[in-house]
């Protein structure tokens, strides 16, 4: 059984910084690729960032240059690092992964899914 369990999520002030993780279990995650969704209160869940096996990675316009997504296949571990955050950044964060390595957008493309972690930023 896929499982995967975000954490890191919390309060931080609007410029400040958090490291979401993601730890994976249940196969080996290495070849697969993997994403960071989030989802507002009364908004749809939407694309955040993507990292593929071999670490090509993609960006949603607004968290570019801000957000760092990376990879420990040794840990099976997934990370989002954000920086300069705003408070339209608060939301619930996901992560997922797929049963296919190459990297996509959409949110239907993506097979298993964690919990979220909430993360919030003041103004």
């Known amino acids: 059984q896929v499982q995967l369990v975000e954490s890191g999520g919390g309060l931080v002030q609007a410029g400040g910084s958090l490291r979401l993780s993601c730890a994976a279990s249940?196969?080996?995650?290495?070849?697969?690729?993997m994403g960071w969704f989030r989802q507002a209160p009364g908004k749809e869940r939407e694309f955040v960032s993507t990292i593929s096996g071999l670490g090509n990675t993609y960006y949603a316009d607004s968290v570019k240059g801000r957000f760092t997504i990376s990879r420990n296949n040794a840990k099976n571990t997934l990370y989002l690092q954000m920086n300069s955050l705003k408070p339209e950044d608060t939301a619930v964060y996901y992560c997922?992964?797929?049963?296919?390595?190459?990297?996509?957008?959409?949110?239907?493309?993506?097979?298993?899914w964690g919990q979220g972690t909430q993360v919030t930023v003041s103004s």
């Open positions: 997922a992964t797929r049963r296919r390595p190459g990297l996509t957008v959409t949110i239907s493309d993506y097979d298993f």
């Open positions: 249940g196969r080996t995650f290495s070849s697969y690729a």
